[in-house]
């Protein structure tokens, strides 16, 4: 993936460094038949959904996308992940024989193989101005606008590895409310936010917002090809073992 073109935007707080996508190779794992169209509004909890960059006022949506299939593997199986803290306080639970028969659940990192039924990995091409908040530039001045929140939020600072982490979600949403509302160099709305997984170097993720007036797809994004999500999928299984998963054939 070349770089891109990057200009920066000023903005009443400071400057916004932008990178200029176009046609940029990007990938998407999400459920058939249209992974490429905005999700649902049912399917949003409170009528918000709860993304790292999705708007907290639940009003327009986002999409997600990765510059390989794994990158976006990490991101949707990073639920399944075992978490220490949570394998212990499972240990401690005893569970009646009756109740396991009745209602199994799987183990912490396992999943199963039905996981893939329902679901695409796509291919595509995006183009348009992504904020890029890991930016020197725009990180100084998300520090000035946002830093006392994230401190009511827990944080010591707001630096480049809380942008990173995406923790918590009302920070980086409050973020994300307030890039929403800027133009590109070419004064149109940015089309996103263009910014790193916290699964490792290397990972870049797109969050494309919705427009008014949008069609189900985004018009910045080209859908290239589609293929059914298949276990034996090497980027899957890649995914899997970073993230500490098997699957279960129980």
Same mark, same amino acid.
């Given at each position: 993936?070349?770089?891109?073109?990057?200009?920066?935007?000023?903005?009443?707080?400071?400057?916004?460094?932008?990178?200029?996508?176009?046609?940029?190779?990007?990938?998407?794992?999400?459920?058939?038949?249209?992974?490429?169209?905005?999700?649902?509004?049912?399917?949003?909890?409170? /009528? @918000?959904?709860?993304?790292? *960059?999705?708007? +907290?006022?639940?009003?327009? !949506?986002?999409?997600? #996308? %990765?510059?390989?299939? =794994?990158?976006?593997?990490?991101?949707?199986?990073?639920?399944?992940?075992?978490?220490?803290?949570?394998?212990?306080?499972?240990?401690?639970?005893?569970?009646?024989?009756?109740?396991?028969?009745?209602?199994?659940?799987?183990?912490? /990192? @396992?999943?199963?193989?039905? *996981?893939?039924? +329902?679901?695409?990995?796509? !291919?595509?091409?995006? #183009? %348009?101005?992504?904020? =890029?908040?890991?930016?020197?530039?725009?990180?100084?001045?998300?520090?000035?606008?946002?830093?006392?929140?994230?401190?009511?939020?827990?944080?010591?600072?707001?630096?480049?590895?809380?942008?990173?982490?995406?923790?918590?979600?009302?920070?980086?949403?409050?973020?994300?409310?307030?890039?929403?509302?800027?133009?590109?160099?070419?004064?149109?709305?940015?089309?996103?936010?263009?910014?790193?997984?916290?699964?490792?170097?290397?990972?870049?993720?797109?969050?494309?917002?919705?427009?008014?007036?949008?069609?189900?797809?985004?018009?910045?994004?080209?859908?290239?090809?589609?293929?059914?999500?298949?276990?034996?999928?090497?980027?899957?299984?890649?995914?899997?073992?970073?993230?500490?998963?098997?699957?279960?054939?129980?």
């Amino acid at each position: 993936m070349s770089d891109p073109d990057s200009a920066l935007v000023h903005t009443a707080r400071g400057p916004v460094c932008c990178a200029h996508r176009h046609g940029t190779e990007v990938h998407r794992v999400g459920f058939a038949p249209s992974p490429w169209e905005w999700t649902p509004w049912e399917y949003a909890t409170d /009528g @918000r959904f709860t993304g790292r *960059w999705d708007d +907290p006022n639940g009003v327009w !949506r986002t999409l997600y #996308t %990765g510059a390989s299939r =794994l990158a976006c593997f990490l991101e949707v199986l990073a639920f399944a992940r075992p978490s220490p803290q949570m394998t212990a306080e499972l240990d401690d639970i005893v569970v009646d024989d009756e109740d396991e028969a009745a209602f199994p659940s799987l183990p912490l /990192g @396992r999943v199963p193989r039905s *996981w893939c039924t +329902p679901r695409l990995a796509v !291919r595509g091409a995006v #183009t %348009g101005w992504f904020a =890029l908040p890991g930016h020197p530039e725009t990180l100084a001045t998300l520090r000035a606008g946002f830093r006392a929140a994230a401190i009511r939020h827990g944080l010591d600072d707001l630096d480049g590895a809380a942008i990173r982490d995406g923790r918590p979600r009302t920070l980086t949403q409050a973020i994300s409310q307030w890039i929403n509302t800027l133009t590109d160099p070419e004064d149109q709305p940015v089309t996103g936010v263009e910014f790193d997984s916290r699964h490792g170097d290397g990972l870049r993720l797109w969050a494309i917002y919705e427009r008014p007036g949008d069609p189900p797809i985004s018009p910045h994004l080209t859908a290239l090809e589609s293929a059914p999500v298949m276990p034996d999928d090497p980027e899957l299984g890649k995914a899997m073992r970073l993230l500490g998963l098997e699957w279960d054939d129980t």
